[in-house]
């Protein structure tokens, strides 16, 4: 791919829109879904959890969510007006039945009162947040006491392998973020680290290293 290419890329990753981000979504699906399963199994789901997670994509894991105990309420909060109307869209029954809720925010105030949730997932959104330690701050507030956030990403060392990366694109090392995690007062910070073999959104093979945090309010 040549530069502009990888620059129409990088923003539909960032915030997919229209037909071609909901192609880039499902492929977003298809290669993040060891990241996503094992960040779902990270997060210990428990009957009566209200779960948030921020950046949900096209929604396609909630049945694996919701395969943990039918007594979840989710709530879904994206950028992308696309992701959250076929999010919606592919999980209407949960919607109809009070399950489930899609939300469009601006990307930086997170719209909830305080102890709102008792999970809050994130599955590679940590490369575009504009204000990471006020982010994290505002994570921790609407979590309620013993809350549990879980947040995925790939390592900046795997990242630099794929070019579109320079593109918008903000690699933060593991520490760093632990580091911020404890100043907004979680405690209790985990990490797994895994290795795996999937295709890169150009469609390339790579090995990359991707980390699972908890952190614990």
């Known amino acids: ?3 502009p290419e990888l620059k129409i890329l990088a923003q539909q990753l960032a915030c997919p829109t229209g037909e071609a981000g909901i192609e880039i979504a499902g ?5 993040n879904g060891d990241m996503i399963r094992r960040s779902i199994d990270a997060m210990m789901l428990t009957s009566g ?17 919701f395969s943990y ?8 909060l994206e950028i992308s007006q696309t992701m959250s ?18 939300l469009v925010y601006d990307g930086e105030e997170l719209p909830f009162e305080e102890n709102a949730f008792e999970r809050l997932l994130s599955v590679n959104t940590v490369y575009f947040w504009k204000q990471p330690q006020e982010f994290l701050h505002q994570m ?23 070019p579109f990366t320079a593109f918008g694109f903000r690699n933060m090392e593991t520490e760093e ?10 405690r209790s910070i985990v990490r797994q680290e895994r290795t795996e073999h999937t295709l890169s959104k150009t469609g390339d ?13």
Do not use: W
């Open 1 to 3: 791919m040549n530069i």
């Open 27 to 31: 492929q977003m699906y298809r290669s």
């Open 49 to 65: 959890c209200r779960i948030l997670e921020i950046g949900h994509g096209n929604g396609a894991h909630l049945g694996e969510i």
């Open 69 to 76: 105990s039918e007594n979840l309420h989710y709530t879904g």
């Open 85 to 102: 109307l076929d999010a919606k869209h592919r999980n209407q029954d949960l919607y109809a039945r009070g399950k489930a809720d899609f």
């Open 140 to 162: 921790y507030r609407i979590l309620n006491d013993g809350g549990l956030l879980t947040l995925c990403f790939i390592t900046p060392q795997s990242m630099e392998r794929v």
């Open 177 to 186: 973020l632990e580091e911020m995690c404890g100043y907004a007062n979680f």
């Open 205 to 217: 093979p790579v090995t990359r290293t991707y980390i699972i945090l908890n952190a614990k309010k």
